[in-house]
């Protein structure tokens, strides 16, 4: 994790231990709507290269607002959820250090991506569906702003969207924060 320069004690910017209100700034002098949950900045992330427009877009409004970044990893359970089907401990295993494999390959590429570099975050993995996560994780973090990508690409997203659903969409129809979609 990266740290971000804190603002200072009473200076009326968010970030300086006074609730966001009426003539609040950013760090950045970008006015604080006085509605504005406590909470960071989440953005769900799958892997570096296909989050890279969301992931700049909540890095921009983190750093306007002057809140941390939350990113999210959902993976979906390796384990198939099938009635009357009991895994046997070797696959929870084996799942377990491939996740960690994962999370260790993404925290890396997005460091290197650069796209991070002086903003304070923190990566949080997940097992499920992606929406419902998202959702869950912003709710509990009482987030500003949850920023999700939106792809159209090829047949194999088309098959993604028709078995898994939407993402984006998951997370605007059930929203209770506002949500940035990033084309």
């Given at each position: 994790?990266e740290?971000?320069?804190p603002a ?11 609730p966001?209100?009426p003539?609040?700034?950013?760090p950045?002098?970008i006015?604080?709507?006085p509605?504005m949950?406590?909470g ?8 570096a290269a296909?989050?890279?427009r ?9 750093r306007?607002a002057g ?11 390796a ?7 009991v895994?046997?401990p ?14 260790r ?5 997005l460091?290197?991506s ?13 097992t499920?569906?992606a ?5 869950r ?7 500003a702003c949850v920023?999700?990508?939106k792809?159209h ?6 098959l993604?969207?028709?078995?898994a659903?939407?993402v984006?969409?998951?997370v605007v129809?059930?929203?209770r ?7």
């Amino acid at each position: 994790m990266e740290a971000s320069v804190p603002a200072g004690p009473g200076d009326g910017r968010v970030g300086s231990g006074v609730p966001a209100g009426p003539g609040q700034v950013g760090p950045t002098g970008i006015p604080i709507p006085p509605d504005m949950r406590s909470g960071p900045m989440v953005v769900g992330v799958d892997d570096a290269a296909a989050c890279g427009r969301p992931l700049r877009a909540a890095v921009f409004l983190a750093r306007a607002a002057g809140r941390p970044l939350l990113l999210v990893h959902v993976r979906r359970p390796a384990v198939p959820m099938i009635e009357g089907y009991v895994p046997m401990p070797e696959e929870f295993a084996v799942d377990r250090e491939a996740d960690e494999a994962v999370e260790r390959e993404l925290v890396a590429a997005l460091r290197a991506s650069g796209d991070l570099e002086g903003t304070e975050w923190q990566l949080i993995s997940t097992t499920g569906e992606a929406g419902t996560e998202l959702i869950r994780i912003a709710e509990e973090r009482d987030a500003a702003c949850v920023v999700v990508g939106k792809r159209h690409h090829g047949f194999a997203d088309v098959l993604h969207r028709i078995t898994a659903g939407s993402v984006s969409r998951a997370v605007v129809a059930r929203h209770r924060f506002p949500v940035l979609v990033v084309p």
